[in-house]
């Protein structure tokens, strides 16, 4: 991790149907660090995620992507790519394919992705289900190649939606795991959990919303013992 922030949100405010859920939210992320959003249902955590990663515009308030202005831009054209709670895979495409999909729609040469798509599948340990559909692997699995598709653009910055939501315990620290080693080769890595354990366990940085603000933003406190097993 270095001093330069990755990101910055600047006085971000966003309603929905007359109800603030962003209030002038201000934050900044440094590139290389693991933070962890922590947060009821409805603080604006998975909101604060979608307005970085472009799904959603701020009603005002500015985001600053390595230092320059995005507000206008795409999320195809962010450096930024999100791995969500639904993984949303082609169920009649192969693993291989299903991840080979979201370097052809931004139409990169055919060569590059036959050297691209399998890396990032070892990456994730799935080099030998390349060929399996979606329904032939487990929900882990299947995690998993969301997160390969996040990673073949060799993005910045990963965010990552509950990614523990639909997962066992065992497989949600592995899944962690996971991102912590991808986070350990430079990239930033975004999580929002709603697991305390985990967050403390992990994170190297949990940042906490309450209505739409940051209520704290520390280093995690040591886990008593409670915490400790149940993050195992």
Known sequence: MNDKNILELKDISVSFDGETILD??????????FVTFLGASGCGKTTTLRVIAGFISPDSGDVFFD????????????????I???YALFPHLNVYENVAFAMRVTNIAEDKIKK????VLGLV?????ADRLPDEISGGEQQRVALARALVHSPQL???DEPTGNIDPKLSVEMMELLKAINSVGITVVVVTHEVALAKRFGKRIITLDHGVVASDAAPAPMEDDEEVAAQ
């Not at 691209?116 to 890396?119: C, D, E, L, M």
């Not at 340990?125 to 289900?129: E, R, S, Y």
């Open 24 to 33: 002038k939210l201000n934050l900044s992320i440094k590139d290389g660090e």
């Open 67 to 82: 230092g320059k202005r995005i507000n206008d831009l795409p999320p195809y054209k962010r450096q930024v790519n999100t």
């Open 84 to 86: 969500f709670q639904r």
């Open 116 to 119: 691209r798509v399998p890396y």
């Open 125 to 129: 340990g799935l080099a030998d289900k």
């Open 158 to 160: 990963i965010i990552a």
